[in-house]
């Protein structure tokens, strides 16, 4: 028995991480969440010099420096940029670098702020600037001048180490794929294994195809974001002593700056003007949580199709009783699923009953 059941068992606890197999060796890409460790471990040892120079010219990887991912010129490389420009719309130019060494040196923009909210947001756009090059790489690789690989980078860049740990630094760890576990073991969604799955449907398939499947992972990689930004708005106002009140806030705000550009632009406006530590005195009352989750409840597409149904919200102890606490009515579900998740879903289904009918059979 245990020789049928076992190789079962691992490999359906696979599958809560993306087994996709890149065609092209992107190693040096997925490294991106090794520099990502690295920013954390000199930022939050207060060491501003060491940061600046990882995010600046670290020796991790022979290609892509965080700034340079930072600051990448998407049109000017040959993708389409309109994620990139939405982005813009609701941040404003120069946001992912202006904002990585703002933070990093608590100067700038970050003037007046504690260090626990400078830190914070160092790390977490650390994570956000990883994405903003996945989504560069993913739309290149549907456009015009794209190729398989801007693909498969694309994937190396959501989701960090995948072949071999280097540092310390586990698979699928300091990376927007493992926001996306987080969040989902919080919630009890599956947006990361949608994001996986639009990732291998768009391999070795055509640009339009490519184009589709991009959509796809915009609308998860939104509900994850969404659903971050409220999970910290409520933890902050749980905080006993203001440095875990900051610090929920900075990663709060950070992690929606991460999805900003994804979302309904009078929604990310909304929370840009009311949630951001930069311009907004501390919060003390549900009135930004609860105007955030209103706008969310009366916006119907938070962004690529999916609705605030789709975060599963109450399934989150801390927002359980959302819906009573800030008078809204939660929308229904309107995502759209992966093609093929629920073949794989039924073929999980079908793997159950098979060890099921061999038990009965022994
Ligand atoms: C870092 O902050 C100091 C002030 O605390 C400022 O003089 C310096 O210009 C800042 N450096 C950068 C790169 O922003």
Redesign the pocket.
């Known amino acids: 028995m245990k020789y049928i059941i076992a190789p079962l068992l691992i490999s359906l606890a696979n599958a809560g991480d993306c087994d996709y197999k890149p065609g092209n060796d992107v190693t040096d890409h997925s490294k991106s969440a090794v520099d990502a460790l690295k920013l954390k471990e000199a930022v939050n040892a207060g060491d501003t010099e060491k940061a ?1 120079e990882i995010y600046t010219n670290p020796t991790t990887r022979s290609s892509k420096k965080p700034q340079d991912m930072a600051t990448k010129d998407w049109a000017g490389a040959g993708a389409p940029d309109d994620i990139y420009q939405d982005y813009v719309a609701v941040l404003g130019e120069n946001f992912l670098d202006g904002y990585n ?2 933070a990093i ?4 923009q970050f003037e007046g702020q504690s260090s626990d909210i400078c830190k914070i947001a160092a790390v977490k756009n650390a994570l956000c600037t990883s994405l903003s090059y996945a989504f560069y790489e993913f739309a290149k690789s549907g456009g015009d001048a794209g190729s398989e690989k801007n693909w498969d980078e694309g994937f190396a860049f959501w989701h960090g180490l995948y072949d071999e740990e280097i540092d310390g630094v586990e698979l699928g760890s300091n990376s927007a794929a493992a926001v996306q576990s987080s969040r989902d073991s919080n919630y009890k969604t599956d947006h990361k294994g949608e994001t996986c799955q639009r990732i291998k449907n768009g391999q070795d398939k055509d640009k339009a195809a490519k184009k589709k499947e991009l959509d796809g992972i915009a609308a998860s990689i939104a509900a994850t974001f969404s659903q971050a930004t409220l999970k910290y708005a409520a933890e902050m106002l749980q905080g006993e002593d203001q440095a875990l009140i900051d610090k929920k806030w900075g990663e709060g705000y950070t992690y929606f700056r991460c999805g900003a550009g994804l979302m309904d632009k009078d929604l990310a406006m909304y929370i840009e003007e009311n949630f951001s530590p930069l311009t907004n005195e501390k919060m003390t009352d549900d009135t930004v949580l609860c105007g955030i989750a209103s706008k969310m409840a009366e916006t119907k597409d938070l962004g690529y199709g999916i609705s605030m149904g789709d975060l599963q919200l109450t399934n989150f102890e801390t927002l359980a009783d959302l819906e009573t606490r800030c008078s809204i009515t939660i929308p229904v579900a309107t995502m759209e699923l992966a093609d093929s998740s629920s073949a794989i879903k039924s073929a999980g289904l079908i793997a159950v009953g098979a060890i099921a009918a061999v038990i009965a059979l022994v």
């Open positions: 600046m060494i703002d040196n608590c100067s700038g």
